[in-house]
């Protein structure tokens, strides 16, 4: 069965230090999207992108997060200045039909 | 405003029991509806959606009722298992068209042998 999957499993930064979290959707979906969850809480929405470009994003995703398709297959999250307040596990999501999105295992940052 | 909430944090069943996790939501406007199951250290896995022009649709083992007259969505799970101990979420969709899903703060499902 096809599956989301994402690169590192965990990242240990220094604050101030840029990170890039990779992704590789399912094959052959069109909407891609980055959720990230800090420890003990709700999964939260960061941002969506279609047709290579973001098509929505919340208020989290600042100027010091970016998205990025650089080929037909990836998918990066780039935070360009890390805070303490970024670590969380970060998901990478994508769908094809209107309404299911598949998640993958997710990338655990730690900003130290 | 956007919330979707879960009334309780914990729910400890007995193996083989039926399990019943509930949700409520504030949104009027959501359309779509998905339970998700996070094992620990693993990413949410689809278990089953909704949509609002339903009520009740059900599953391998699992159902779904969404009550929108109260804003109520609730999973059942039956003869739970040790398998399915795990923190269920529901999320709702708002009717954006980027498919933007707002979760729930989750319930922690714990199975009894």
């Known amino acids: 069965e096809p599956e989301v999957t994402q690169t590192p499993s965990h990242q240990v930064t220094q604050m101030g230090q840029e990170v890039i979290l990779r992704c590789v959707p399912i094959s052959n979906h069109l909407y891609f999207y980055w959720y990230r969850q800090i420890l003990g809480q709700k999964v939260e929405f960061l941002v969506s992108?279609?047709?290579?470009?973001?098509?929505?994003k919340s208020e989290i995703f600042d100027d010091q997060f970016s998205v990025e398709r650089p080929d037909g297959s990836n998918f990066t999250l780039k935070i360009r200045s890390t805070k303490l307040e970024d670590s969380a596990m970060y998901f990478c999501a994508s769908r094809a039909d209107p309404d299911e999105q598949f998640f993958g295992p997710g990338t655990r940052l730690t900003v130290l | 405003g956007e919330s979707v909430g879960l009334h309780l944090p914990t729910l400890s069943v007995q193996e083989g029991d039926n399990s019943i996790i509930n949700c409520a939501y504030s949104?009027?406007?959501?359309?779509?509806f998905i339970w998700y199951k996070q094992e620990s250290g693993k990413g949410p896995q689809f278990i089953i959606d909704?949509?609002?022009?339903?009520d009740k649709r059900q599953g391998q083992r699992v159902t779904v009722l969404l009550n929108k007259t109260v804003k109520h969505l609730s999973l059942q799970i039956a003869a739970t298992q040790p398998g399915d101990s795990a923190v269920y979420f529901c999320a709702e969709n708002l009717g954006s068209n980027t498919g933007k899903l707002i979760f729930g703060q989750g319930t922690t499902l714990q199975v009894k042998p």
């Open positions: 992108f279609y047709n290579n470009e973001i098509s929505e």
């Open positions: 909704i949509r609002s022009n339903m």
């Open positions: 949104n009027s406007a959501s359309d779509y």
